[in-house]
Each structure stands twice: as structure tokens, then as C-alpha cells.
């Protein structure tokens, strides 16, 4: 059993910058594949990122490559998504999700956290 609790969301205006930090609980964190998704309003839950168990192995989806980076601190139990250069419609609510193996498929992740508000303003 996974525990996943993201926080760091908030209010940024456009260009701004926010860090994302999803602590887990349970011993088997680093036998897990995390990943971040966002939902906006009347949209499907994408994935935005995620890190294979070790760290060596990340993707970031095409609109947010070279602005967002997923980290993880096996040590700590914490996954992080540091956003730089936020735009509008990366507004959404940040979801932090664990699966048993690599995976960018949403059903695929066993473990979801209860998410996350992200706004950016214009």
C-alpha cells in the first residue's frame, strides 16, 4: 500500500514558477514508477511526467519539455515537478500517481494522491 499527499500548489502569474512535492508513505517507494497527470476543467487527465524507480529514466510530455523537470529523493520518499515558465493553460489540478511498472497510461497507476490546485494567470 502506497500513501501519496502532493502539495505545493497555488496561484502564479504567467511565466512564474512553482515546485511540486508528493511524499509517500510505505517501504516499497522505491520499487515505483511516479509519475504527475493534470486535469483541466472538461479535459481527460493527462500524464505531464514521470521517473522510473531509480531516477535514470524520466518523460515529459511535448508541451511542458524544457520548462517542467520530475525528480525524486528515494531517500525522502518524495517525487517533485518543478514548473518554470508557466503558462495558462498549464492550469489544471496536479495529480501524483504510483505504479509498479513504467507506464504513461493513467489506468496503469495503482496509487493516486488527492491532487493538487495549479493556476496561472495571464
Known amino acids: 500500500q502506497v500513501q501519496l499527499v502532493e502539495s505545493g500548489g497555488g496561484l502564479v502569474q504567467a511565466g512564474g514558477s512553482l515546485r511540486l512535492s508528493c511524499a509517500a508513505s510505505?517501504?516499497?517507494?522505491?520499487?515505483?514508477?511516479m509519475g504527475w497527470f493534470r486535469q483541466a476543467p472538461g479535459k481527460e487527465r493527462e500524464i505531464v511526467a514521470c521517473i522510473s524507480r531509480s531516477g535514470g529514466i524520466t518523460y515529459s510530455t511535448d508541451s511542458v519539455q524544457g520548462r517542467f523537470t520530475i525528480s525524486r529523493d528515494n531517500v525522502k520518499n518524495t517525487v517533485y515537478l518543478q514548473m518554470n515558465n508557466l503558462k495558462p493553460e498549464d492550469t489544471a489540478v496536479y495529480y501524483c500517481?504510483?505504479?509498479?511498472?513504467?507506464?504513461?497510461?493513467?489506468?496503469?497507476?495503482?496509487?493516486w494522491g488527492q491532487g493538487t490546485q495549479v493556476t496561472v494567470s495571464s
Open positions: 500517481a504510483a505504479a509498479a511498472s513504467w507506464s504513461l497510461v493513467a489506468r496503469q497507476y495503482d496509487y
Open positions: 510505505g517501504r516499497t517507494f522505491n520499487r515505483n514508477t
